[in-house]
T-cell receptor
């Protein structure tokens, strides 16, 4: 079945540091890939998405490229801010009727 | 921007009691989901619903759970006899197409506490 393996945190960075959160997947067919973010006390919000191989999703300075050859969708940001502190979830939408999530990575950015 | 709304935001119940969690999905969406989150991290799939029937469910979604779309706007999750381990944050979501094609939009959740 479909699965998502995500770098486990917590990850602690200083402001303006470079961020990478690794995500790899296992799936049949041609899934779509997503990153969701959850700020403290809130629900999950879509951060970015990619629907086919080599697509790059981007939003709010975050980027992720759908790499079919390495089955990866790593999240990156060149310069993090304190306001980026949140839990980040990699997710896979396959041909079935559910979105499969990774376990989440807690990011803390210190000033 | 349209959003998914969930009520109540927090529900406390005693073990063995029935609870109903309510959700109003985005109005033109056709696919509906319930997820739960324990300990603020792992997000677990419970059930998906399309065309007035369950399209997929997880092993967590046993006979104690049921879903309903009673009136074309609400989408409810019922837990018949709650257990302590049902304590979690429950998220409703909706999408305009299946998850392969369309992102899910989540509500802010209902925190269920079973005592």
């Amino acid at each position: 079945g479909n699965s998502v393996t995500q770098m486990e945190g917590p990850v602690t960075l200083s402001e303006e540091a470079f961020l990478t959160i690794n995500c790899t997947y296992t799936a049949t067919g041609y899934p779509s890939l997503f990153w969701y973010v959850q700020y403290p006390g809130e629900g999950l919000q879509l951060l970015l998405k990619a629907t086919k191989a080599d697509d790059k999703g981007s939003n709010k300075g975050f980027e992720a490229t759908y790499r079919k050859e390495t089955t990866s969708f790593h999240l990156e940001k060149g310069s993090v801010q304190v306001s980026d502190s949140a839990v980040y979830f990699c997710a896979l939408g396959g041909s079935n009727y559910k979105l499969t999530f990774g376990k989440g990575t807690l990011l803390t950015v210190n000033p | 921007e349209p959003e998914v709304t969930q009520t109540p935001s927090h529900q406390v119940t005693q073990m063995g009691q029935e609870v109903i969690l309510r959700c109003v999905p985005i109005s033109n969406h056709l696919y509906f989901y319930w997820y739960r989150q324990i300990l603020g991290q792992k997000v677990e799939f419970l059930v998906s619903f399309y065309n007035n029937e369950i399209s997929e469910k997880s092993e967590i979604f046993d006979d104690q759970f049921s879903v309903e779309r009673p009136d074309g706007s609400n989408f409810t999750l019922k837990i018949r006899s709650t257990k302590l381990e049902d304590s979690a944050m429950y998220f409703c979501a909706s999408s305009s197409a299946g998850p392969q094609y369309s992102p899910l939009h989540f509500g802010n959740g209902t925190r269920l506490t079973v005592t």
